[in-house]
């Protein structure tokens, strides 16, 4: 392995150590299973990891990492249809509080959906607690935490900063790929229906929001604006991605309980008192994100009319030419007294 920046390392082993404690302390809440609220931030704090696993991989030795990242991506993957029924039920559940108590006719259908819901939510979480089990059995966390806490003991006796000439270099490329992502995926905007691109749009504004946070140390915390943006944005496309999401759900749902109605009583008929109900819930959805979508469009152009791309790119420069302003001084220094201009312009870097 080529020698690592400190400066780099110290950032990469305090932001993995702060999501790393992030993710332990919601173990417990998993395994009871009482609360939505632990699995939520485990799955975020795995993401989290992974971003920067992936930002900070030339940071440690391979062997235990490659396990490490296998462990973190696997505990996303395990959570992923916990979280994504934890959402869905309390969503349906706030939905039905919502409906007269008297409706009789759009009840049945929301109720059906909870409770298939809520089946489904107990079916997977034996995958949960075996994702679970099988982190804390071959010591990978421990491992890690371990690891982390050992570079930084070192980095504190040496007295490293996370600002350093290569940090921000390497902070201002993975930004600058992150944004040039997310604007290569702007022209989605333009059709309304573009499922697919805005599924798109939404993970890169999520990879740049997850990169400048793990960056906005080495800035002084001069990146808040531009998160705050893109943490907007973040929401209201992942608003737009559950409807579309609901959209698909919904319809196989009625496929379902259609085929299962038909095999019990051997017709239909006893579906067609859960269709409305359904429909309703279709039809709400299908509402929303049309007013979520129209919500972005207005937000996205607010923020670019706010020139919040440039004046990231102007943040990120200054640092860096101001980094570079006292080598560039110092070499200019070291030239012999009586170097004429042909001898330094050959001795400069890149000629």
């Known amino acids: 392995m080529t020698a690592i920046d400190p400066s780099y390392q110290l950032l990469a082993c305090q932001y993995l150590r702060d999501q790393l404690d992030a ?29 920067a696993m992936r930002m900070f991989e030339d940071c440690f030795s391979s062997k235990p990492f490659d396990k490490w990242r296998k462990r973190v991506r696997n505990l996303t993957k395990g959570l992923g249809a916990a979280r994504d029924l934890d959402v869905q039920i309390e969503f349906v559940e706030t939905f039905l509080e919502g409906l007269d108590r008297k409706d009789r006719k759009h009840r049945p259908g929301i109720n059906r959906l909870l409770l298939r819901l809520r089946q489904h939510r107990d079916a997977v979480q034996p995958r949960v607690l075996k994702t679970v089990d099988a982190l804390e059995e071959d010591y990978a966390l421990a491992e890690m935490h371990g690891e982390l806490a050992k570079i930084l003991f070192t980095l504190r006796g040496r007295d490293v900063k996370v600002q350093s000439p290569f940090v921000f270099q390497q902070a201002a490329a993975h930004i600058g790929a992150r944004k040039h992502d997310l604007l290569a995926n702007e022209e989605t905007l333009a059709d309304a229906e573009d499922v697919k691109g805005h599924h798109r749009l939404r993970i890169a504004a999520k990879r740049l929001r997850y990169t400048m946070e793990m960056c906005d140390p080495v800035y002084g915390g001069q990146l808040g604006s531009p998160i705050k943006a893109v943490k907007r944005l973040q929401s209201l496309l992942g608003d737009i ?111």
């Open 23 to 51: 993710l332990a302390r919601e173990i417990r809440g998993i395994r009871k299973n009482e609360d939505i609220e632990p699995v939520h931030r485990a799955r975020v704090a795995s993401r989290r990891m992974r971003a």
């Open 241 to 351: 991605h559950d409807c579309d999401v609901w959209a698909e759900n919904i319809q196989v749902f009625m496929d379902g309980e259609r085929l299962r109605a038909t095999n019990y009583y051997g017709h239909p008929r006893p579906f067609n008192r859960l269709k409305p109900g359904l429909l309703m819930l279709l039809d709400e959805r299908k509402l929303h994100r049309e007013q979520t979508f129209a919500a972005l469009l207005a937000y996205w152009e607010r923020i670019t009319g706010d020139q919040i791309w440039e004046d990231l790119d102007t943040l990120l420069q200054s640092h860096a030419a101001a980094l570079r302003a006292p080598e560039a001084k110092r070499e200019s220094e070291n030239q012999p007294a009586d170097a004429t201009d042909e001898e330094v312009n050959e001795s400069s870097p890149g000629q």
